[in-house]
């Protein structure tokens, strides 16, 4: 049995800011979509557009970037769900599953998929889908057939006539499939009835293995994972406590627990959640997220706790007595990923440090500069919050039209300065629509209250055009120059107006 929840990478981000999954939504990754929901479908948003034509077609279109972890984590759930009611679970990718049948316990498939779909939509996954047949590939179409909730069974023996009838485009193969209609093949059962040795010269390894499976060979078994261990730990005190100080401490071993427990699997914490309930309800009054640069020792677990409770006490969140905190570490990694290198590693008062303050102001208010691509100095750089893993970065390996060449500024501005840059006669020098200057630079000044002085040497212009697919594109062209004073700056100039971008101190 495949369980199927459609377009998940969409469901993931929707899911992930809180926002109902009827919003148009769509998923791109090098400006193209990569999934899109039902409603955003019904816009003409479809996969493989270019981003503009999609928000064209659709403008209240969510756009998210693609973000496999984003997709794993919030599928997860699912995972132990299922595992819940059919051990055994096989998972193909975020959003595809794969269990042993489960009819022979359940009275059947149709009641068992009933039985999931039941969990799943406790979960909040309205649209899960169902699909039994004799081998895998059969019976992951079979689900992407069925209706939401509903579970499509091909009865044994059926595969073959099954995956005969389907379109050519199943195949995930899309240059094979765009030469396979070229060449008039339409559906699976024409691909099935060429030569095995016809398909795999032609088409590949591939459309060779579907050719194997409709022909009725090549099927996959299913190797189920092994269910993750419970790490979450937590502490109960009776009578209940309501002191910061001697919360922690009583919690000194669970945090041991946690690290230790970690330590046995070969792995180390770099987030966690933090939770503290009070006496007299089942809801937690404090819970938190806490992000590690590197991963948490038992120290650190406990650092967080006092002042996740300094905080909660001093705020009034916590108004009773704490009876449970529990520690549930959320992301896990390998301990090799963070061993520290022959150098060492950044000092742990640092750490720790950061960590208090962030603490005390809000996630969001220590950040840290990562570098990403882009043209601009300013673009090059993002601000991410202390410990948090940067995503949806875009990439610093591809080339750059436009940019300027290295060394790159050592200070970028955060507000351009009004500048003037000007030649013989006074003229100001612009640049025209062929990259070339109107005149030679002769004096420059680098912000509206500095002293003109003498050009000592300049290189440029870098033109580059903007948001050119927009009705108002973005002509720009920057320069690199040097006074006399020896200071060398990165100056623009943008619709007839000169700028300091930045400065190479």
Known sequence: MVTWCPDWPVVAALAEDGLP?????????????????????????????????????????K???????????????????VEEIRPGVTPLRPGLLAVRAPGRFHGGEPAGAALLAERLVGLGVWDCRFGVADELFTAEHAARHAERQDCLVVEPGESVPFLRGLPIQVIEDLDAVSLMKRLGLRTLGDLADLSAVDVRDRFGRQVAWVHRVVSGDGAEALAPRTPPPDLACHVDFEPPLDNAETISFSVR?????????????????????????????????????????????????????????????RAGDIRAPVDRVLITPLTVVPDAVHADGLWGGTDERVERGIARVQ?????????????????????????????????????????????IPPPAPSRVLASPWAAAMIGAGGHTVG???????????????????????????????????ELWWESSPRRVARFQVVGVDGRAWLMTWDAGVWFTEAAYD
Do not use: K
């Not at 756009?63 to 769900?81: G, I």
């Open 359 to 403: 603490g005390m102001l809000g996630h969001e208010a220590v950040v840290r500069p990562v570098l990403q691509g882009g043209r601009a100095p300013a673009d090059r750089q993002v601000l991410v919050p202390w410990g948090e893993r940067p995503t949806g970065l875009r990439p610093v390996g591809p080339p750059w039209p436009g940019s």
């Open 21 to 61: 999954t009827h919003l148009p939504a769509a998923v791109f990754h090098a400006n193209r979509v990569v999934a899109s929901n039902a409603a955003a479908r019904t816009s003409g948003v479809r996969r493989g557009m270019r981003r503009r034509d999609a928000q064209g077609r659709c403008p209240e279109l």
């Open 253 to 313: 071993q669970t945090a041991d627990r946690v690290v230790d427990q970690l330590a046995r699997l070969g792995l180390v914490c770099t987030e966690v959640l933090i939770e503290a309930r009070c006496e007299g309800s089942s809801e937690p009054a404090s819970a938190r997220v806490w992000l590690h640069p590197r991963w948490f020792t038992a120290a650190d677990l406990v650092d967080r706790l006092h002042w996740q409770l300094q905080g909660g006490f």
């Open 63 to 81: 756009v998210y970037a693609a973000t496999p972890d984003r997709d794993v984590r919030a599928f997860e759930p699912v995972l132990a769900a």
């Open 431 to 465: 640049v025209d629509e062929r990259g070339g200057v109107t005149c030679e630079p002769e004096q420059f000044r680098p912000g509206p209250s500095g002293d003109w002085q003498p050009v000592a040497a300049w290189a440029g212009p870098w033109p580059v055009e």
